[in-house]
């Protein structure tokens, strides 16, 4: 079944006392294009990110976000008391020498100073990380169901749009038919022409009939146009990624139609043959975002 590349997935929860939201989103892309951005505590787990989200989503551009909102009154930024004490100090007396009165406002710049201020680094608890790992493939799954969704939409619009391609294929015979009758007539009618002047080579003339019926003869691209139709019906309900094939398949539909719309040299079937592109265009258009 057709599946969209577009989606959107959303995992929340709360482990050792953070709350943790997970957001996956997927655009339509040629290839697998991973975009994470994620706090410096899980990025050494990137690698088993990337992976897991190329396995499950296998084609599209993907943007993918952690965002962690620490619930407990524990921070990772610590004051450096002896580092401060000693700033303040040498700007205390600093402020004594050029008689300038030492405040709040000698802190506030001592807070500024290098060290002061540092940051304890956290090592990543595995059991936090099965956490949240088991919530990445649940937004994962949840993605996926939003693909299938998409894509039953896009299915249904696609495959009406071949389905037609279909029928007006249909609707050339009685036109071939007037062509092919137009054709013997204008022949026929050259012919006396020629008799009138005395002057016919029968060879000739056989070479040429030959000629003309071998170039405006349709019945190849129309069969073959037919089993490409039929083929794009076939692979559309297939499981797993269609959308390149389904694109390929597409190129070959547009080229049968390309050459019976060169060989038509009639009005009626020109007609429908713009119709089919159309048809078609609308087609290609949807392919861009077929998984």
């Known amino acids: 079944m057709i599946k969209s590349m577009t989606g959107f997935g959303k995992a929340e929860f709360e482990v050792n006392n953070k709350k943790i939201t997970i957001e996956i989103k997927s655009l339509n892309s040629k290839q697998i294009d991973i975009n994470t951005r994620t706090p410096a505590l899980y990025r050494e787990k990137d690698i088993i990110i ?46 004594k ?6 405040d709040h406002t000698t802190l506030h710049a001592a807070m500024r100073l290098p060290d002061v201020v540092k940051t304890e680094y956290e090592t990543l608890d595995e059991t936090e990380w099965e956490t949240i790992y088991a919530n990445i493939l649940a937004a994962l799954g949840d993605i996926n169901d939003f693909r299938a969704k998409e894509g039953e939409a896009l299915e249904a619009d696609i495959l009406g749009n071949v389905e037609n391609i279909s029928k007006l ?66 692979t ?3 499981n797993g990624s269609s959308g390149k094939k389904l694109g390929f398949i597409s190129q070959e539909i547009g080229r049968e139609i390309n050459t ?28 861009l975002n077929v998984l």
């Open 50 to 95: 990337r992976k897991a989200i190329a396995e499950k989503l296998v084609r599209g551009k993907v943007d993918f976000n952690i965002y962690v909102e620490n619930l407990g009154d524990e921070t990772n930024s610590k004051i450096n008391e002896p580092i401060l004490k000693g700033y303040f100090k040498h700007l205390e007396k600093i402020s």
């Open 97 to 102: 020498e050029l008689k300038v009165g030492a």
């Open 169 to 234: 294929l249909k609707q050339i015979e009685p036109f071939e038919k007037q062509r092919i009758e137009a054709l013997r007539v204008r022949l026929t009618d050259n012919l006396e022409a020629l008799k009138m002047n005395g002057n016919v080579d029968e060879n000739r003339f056989e070479q040429e009939l030959i000629f003309y019926l071998e170039k405006l003869d349709i019945n190849e691209e129309k069969v073959r146009l037919a089993n490409h139709c039929e083929y794009f019906f076939e």
């Open 236 to 238: 559309a309900k297939q």
């Open 260 to 287: 019976i719309g060169s060989k038509a040299n009639e009005t009626n079937i020109q007609r429908i043959v713009v119709q089919m592109k159309d048809h078609l265009e609308r087609v290609k258009e949807q392919l």
